[in-house]
């Protein structure tokens, strides 16, 4: 992949003299520093995540969002608009897309934005509301068939967690049942940020700072309110209440079902591991040697009974 200059990203979005291009970070994207500028460089292999086919639908998508959050005061970075866009903030350079935000300046020691991310998301998902209507396709990318389940377990007579496999296999079954009924019709579908992670919240000398506005989609509100809540306190049901009590949207409506979306994750991320584990599909990069991916399924299997009976709890507990 074509690597630009700092000369060429100073002159594609005017930023005048701003040094030399700093390596940050590589993940699905590039991202550099470059003085008081953060630049991203696109991988065409991303494709379309949520919306369309191809990394232009997508961002397409995501940019008229993120035009809304900006407009609508939503504690983000500004973009930096280019001199002769390929296509919003985007511009095109040898092979390549680029877009350009002004660095925010932060904190790396971590700060508690229980406060901040309940009302924040509060404030995207007021955004676009879309009201009552299917889940997106996403969703049922977890789901899997039971045919499709039980051919993997027809499959894993020789894996080391094959017991545990067959032990565990009518839960994951009710789930995928659970997930989708609920995917025939939601109240509250909302078009959404998509991303609230702890790594995409950085802490500025003004407050938390919400970036990184690609993977902007359409969600269940309550459902993505409750999985952000249940990942940013990493599952303590003491953390998680205070992050709920500042979302003042309706979290009542799924009942024993507000924390469907940690089930589903956790059962794409099952299914993931399965297809490799099993040679129906190559390693996703974030996965890890073969070890480690048996090592995940094991952990999954073992404690996922527990688990679903502990989100239905929870889902009791904090509403």
Not at 39 to 57: A, M
Not at 221 to 250: H, Q
């Amino acid at each position: 992949m074509y690597t630009p200059t700092a000369r060429e990203i100073s002159l594609a979005f005017d930023l005048g003299s701003s040094g030399e291009l700093v390596h940050v970070r590589r993940g699905d994207n590039d991202a550099w520093r470059l003085g008081s500028y953060f630049l991203k460089g696109y991988f065409p292999s991303t494709g379309g995540q949520f919306n369309g086919d191809g990394l232009i639908d997508q961002l397409t998508v995501a940019m008229a969002f993120e035009q809304l959050a900006l407009d609508a005061g939503v504690d983000m970075p500004s973009p930096v608009q280019p001199v002769d866009p390929y296509l919003g903030w985007l511009v095109r350079i040898e092979d390549r897309l680029f877009r350009v935000h002004r660095w925010v300046e932060h904190d790396p020691e971590p700060v508690d934005v229980s406060a901040w991310l309940g009302r924040t998301m509060l404030q995207v998902h007021q955004l676009q509301p879309l009201g009552q209507a299917p889940l997106p396709r996403w969703w049922r990318g977890s789901v899997r068939s039971p045919s499709t389940w039980e051919a993997w377990l027809a499959k894993s007579h020789d894996m080391p967690w094959a017991s545990l496999y067959a032990e565990a296999l009518p839960h994951l079954q009710s789930a995928a049942e659970r997930i989708t009924t609920r995917c025939d019709s939601v109240p509250d579908l909302v078009t959404t940020h998509g991303d609230f992670k702890p790594h995409n919240i950085v802490t500025s000398p003004t407050g938390p700072v919400l970036v990184d506005w690609d993977s902007v989609r359409t969600d269940s509100a309550a459902l993505e309110a409750a999985r952000v809540a249940y990942i940013f306190a990493a599952g303590n049901p003491d953390r998680i209440a205070p992050i709920l009590a500042t979302y003042t949207g309706d979290l009542t409506w799924p009942g024993e079902d507000l924390f469907l979306s940690v089930t589903r994750n956790h059962l794409q991320t099952l299914g993931d591991h399965l297809q490799v584990a099993l040679a129906e599909n190559p390693p996703a990069r974030w996965m890890g040697n073969p070890t480690t991916i048996h090592t995940a399924i094991t952990t999954t299997l073992q404690s996922l009974p527990t688990h679903l009976t502990e989100l239905r709890q929870l889902a009791a507990a904090v509403c």
